[in-house]
């Protein structure tokens, strides 16, 4: 018999709703970093393991493409023995992957390791995504998960800024070592914590029916494809600004981490003013701005004189990526809600996916004809992606505001 959707679980007092929404933040923290750590040590694990940045970015590659094809296995085992207990268990496995990638001596044990550390972040912040949805009414769910992508923000931020420092001081396996005491900290934190759950459903986990009851809906598509272009073209782009700097600037890892870390200021400035945002120019103006915000981010990377421009540019991107983003995130907690884990789960592959095929191809780029290149094709696509959105979004609105009519 197969496995019926979770039942929602147990209503939560606000504070204690609350206290469980900053313990997944610092695990969405932890998450990040590992998935953003790599970015400013390219040209460092190119020189040791004597290879190019292009295959060393296979480092950023791998940890995208198993973090994506987690979420088929993540999503059903979330919606089936519990969100909370499922990201508890992620974020302990994530600290066993930082490890093996601390002590790899090879250039593929090290790949391999990030290949393991990624399938185990895969069910942390979609699942958080998904609690939030199960636990928060959807007036106060694009505000409420502003706040919870604090923590990834400053996670990517602190990512690269972690993967610099220790470049310039201890090595950069020692990046890895930070990682795994971090996650072992959250992880016992969140260990520690009592959560209602959904009582595990009796019969085998179905893996392929959830999944085929999110894709049967076609806004649930739209969605989905929206996420995974959005990806590549962000972050193919994003993973190789460090090296972009470094190489353009003669600056150090730390402060070429720096600059790439920059990103998260501009996010954090969207959650400030997030639910101002959404009142005044709504979901679909939120990604029309978010598009065109992010085209101007690439051209100042790309026709700056000097590294400050870089900063400007960051922030920009950061801005610009959750003006687009959040509402997509919001959308995705609501495309199928008996299903909520697994079409979160979903989103999140779409989106890694998505980064894994925009570093892959970004990797290209520069190693044939440099990182300069990478900019003037996003920033004409991206505008594009929003304005799509945009635009289906209010289809979508004037459909369900006709047949309510």
Known sequence: MSATPAAQPAVLAVPDRNRIILLLALAGFASACAARVSDPLL?????????????AAQAVTLF?????????????????????RTITVATLLCAIGNIAVLLSPTLNMMLGARLITGAAAAGIIPLSMAWI??????????????????????????????????????????????????????????????????????????????????????????????????GALVFGVLAMVPAYVQTR???????????????????????????????????????????LVLALACVTYAVGPVWAWSLLAGVL???????????????????????????VSLFACCLFLGQSAGVSAAATVVDRIGPAWLFWPV???????????????????????????
């Open 317 to 343: 991107c950061g801005f610009g990526y959750y003006l687009l983003h959040a509402t997509l995130q919001t959308q995705a907690t609501q495309m199928v809600p008996a299903r909520r884990g697994t079409a």
């Open 133 to 230: 949805g199960d636990n928060v009414e959807y007036e106060a769910r694009q505000a409420t998960l502003a706040r919870f992508i604090t923590g990834n923000i400053i996670g990517m931020a602190g990512g690269q800024f972690i993967g610099g420092l220790f470049a310039d001081t201890l090595g950069w396996r020692w990046a890895f070592g930070f990682l795994a005491v971090l996650n072992l900290v959250v992880g016992a934190l969140m260990w520690t914590r009592k959560v209602p759950a959904p009582a595990a459903t009796s019969g085998r986990t179905e893996f392929l029916r959830p999944m085929r009851d999110v894709f049967s809906q076609g806004w649930a598509r739209v969605v989905l494809l929206t996420v995974f272009l959005e």
């Open 64 to 84: 995208a493409v198993a973090y994506g094809i987690f979420q088929f296995f993540f999503g059903p085992m979330g919606d089936r023995y519990g969100k909370y």
């Open 379 to 405: 920033a004409v696509a991206v505008p594009l992606l929003g304005l799509g959105f945009a635009w289906a979004l209010r289809r979508r609105k004037q459909a369900s505001g006709t047949a309510q009519a």
């Open 249 to 291: 600037f003669a600056l150090t890892p730390t402060a070429a981490g720096a600059i790439g870390g920059i990103f998260a200021l501009g996010g954090l400035a969207y959650v400030a003013v997030a639910r101002r945002l959404v009142q005044s120019l709504g979901e679909a103006g939120l990604v029309s701005a978010g598009g």
């Open 43 to 55: 040209p460092q694990l190119a020189r040791d393991f004597s290879t190019t940045t292009g295959q």
